[in-house]
């Protein structure tokens, strides 16, 4: 028997090194939580019998037995009562319990007498460590029933799971997968079934009825740095002077952190003949707009800040502020990870989303994932941009050919089954929903 430990920073990652090493047929014997990640231990060729049982935690065993005494002891003081005194009412929303339905069942009796003064409080790292283990047992459970639910799928439907692949291929989530595939399961033709994923897909895109800029009023464009927000602020100023002239324009900078982009503003709102307006932290962003309310469109370009730095909380507090009465749209580098996509959108939503506006799809190799984003939070999709040409490169959505994009830029190789598995182990984060 062959056993071997397994370092990864996620419970993930930590199976595929597994799979890649031991192979399909390795079992998990031991997994802990370890600082950086997760440690696995895996075992070919094991049998039951060929190791020692596991060595109990004697200490956390112990004060187990001893809080489910003082739960039982509770609860019989309870019941001996007709009204529940305040302190037993906290004891038990500590534990997430209630007295008719304990966590566990005894495994002695309640001592005869209940002791007058309150049991005292248990040490709360044994619950972090409890927490800390039930967490890496669910993730291990949601990898391995991700493999057996996809391998089940493959020997039973193989034409539903020929679809599974072709959506991992556009980069669609594993929960919007599923609910497209759902649309059309009684649907027996490929091809009729595949065209009717993807229309169903174009009408879940969100697209607004009329452009941001022809309602006109003040646009403020959010977003990490690096995702083309001032460039698209420059697009649609272009756009809107080409159309309706330069007087009734106005460009505002919130962005003093970033090298050069006030100057960079500066230039391009002489080259349009547009005037441009500067706001520094701590200055008060309605008065800057005072002056402006004569303006049909006031554009506001914003700094792209960290999460954790306080000046994004002033400023996107700001931008939600009564008196600005601003319509934020998102803007998302198709390039990015979902990951990085999903970070975007949880920073940035507090100051209230109208919409996103995707860019760099000139430079993207997937859609998916944006697609999914912009769905799954019911964000309308205002502009497209792709290109660096300067208002040429900015588009109106048509959702249609947004599918068909996805699709002519969707990945050239089979996803591999890890990624399959993966995708399937991602639907048990959604309760009620089943895979396949």
């Known amino acids: 028997m062959q056993v071997k430990r397994f370092f990864a920073a996620d419970m993930r990652q930590a199976m595929k090194l597994v799979r890649d090493e031991l192979g399909a047929d390795a079992a998990i014997i031991g997994n802990r939580r370890i600082a950086g990640g997760v440690e696995l231990t895996a075992a070919l060729d094991y049998k039951p019998s060929a190791l020692a049982p596991r060595v109990p935690n004697v200490a956390l065993e112990e004060e187990l037995r001893k809080t489910q005494s003082r739960i039982v002891t509770a609860q019989a003081e309870l019941s001996s009562r007709n009204d529940t005194d305040e302190g037993n009412r ?224 002033m400023q996107l507090d700001t931008l939600a502020g009564r008196g600005i009465a601003s319509k934020n749209y998102l803007v998302l580098a198709t390039t990015s990870q979902k990951q990085v996509l999903s970070a975007a959108y949880h920073s940035y939503k507090r100051c209230g989303l109208a919409g996103c506006i995707l860019s760099k799809l000139d430079e993207t190799a997937s859609l998916g994932e944006v697609l999914s984003l912009a769905i799954g939070h019911q964000l309308p999709i205002a502009y497209l941009t792709d290109g660096p040409r300067i208002p040429d490169d900015l588009h109106l959505p048509r959702k249609h050919q947004l599918v068909s994009r996805a699709v002519s830029v969707q990945m050239q190789d089979e996803p591999s089954e890890e990624a399959m598995a993966d995708m399937f182990a991602d639907l048990y984060h959604h309760p009620g929903k089943r895979v396949g």
């Open 90 to 313: 906290q004891l038990f929303a500590g534990l997430s319990l209630t007295a008719s339905e304990p966590l566990v069942e005894p495994h002695t009796e309640a001592p005869a007498s209940a002791p007058a003064a309150a049991p005292a409080a248990v040490d709360p790292r044994l619950f972090d460590a409890m927490r800390a283990e039930l967490s890496g047992l669910r993730e291990l459970l949601e990898v391995q029933l991700g493999s057996l639910a996809w391998s089940q799928l493959q020997g039973s439907k193989p034409q539903q799971a020929n679809a599974w692949r072709r959506l991992q291929r556009i980069g669609l989530s594993g929960a919007l997968a599923h609910e497209l595939l759902g649309m059309t399961a009684e649907i027996d033709d490929p091809r009729h079934a595949w065209r009717m994923v993807l229309a169903h897909l174009a009408r879940r895109i969100d697209v607004p009825d009329v452009e941001p800029i022809e309602q006109g009023g003040v646009i403020a464009l959010v977003g990490p740095a690096g995702m083309g927000k001032t460039t698209t602020l420059a697009k649609l100023a272009a756009r809107y002077v080409l159309k309706y002239g330069s007087s009734s324009l106005a460009l505002v900078s919130m962005d003093s952190f970033r090298i050069g982009a006030q100057e960079q503003l500066k230039t391009l709102g002489r080259i349009l003949n547009v005037p441009v307006t500067y706001v520094d932290p701590g200055e008060s962003l309605a008065q800057a707009l005072e002056p402006l309310l004569r303006k049909r469109v006031v554009l506001i370009d914003t700094a792209g800040l960290q999460a954790s730095d306080p000046a994004l909380r």
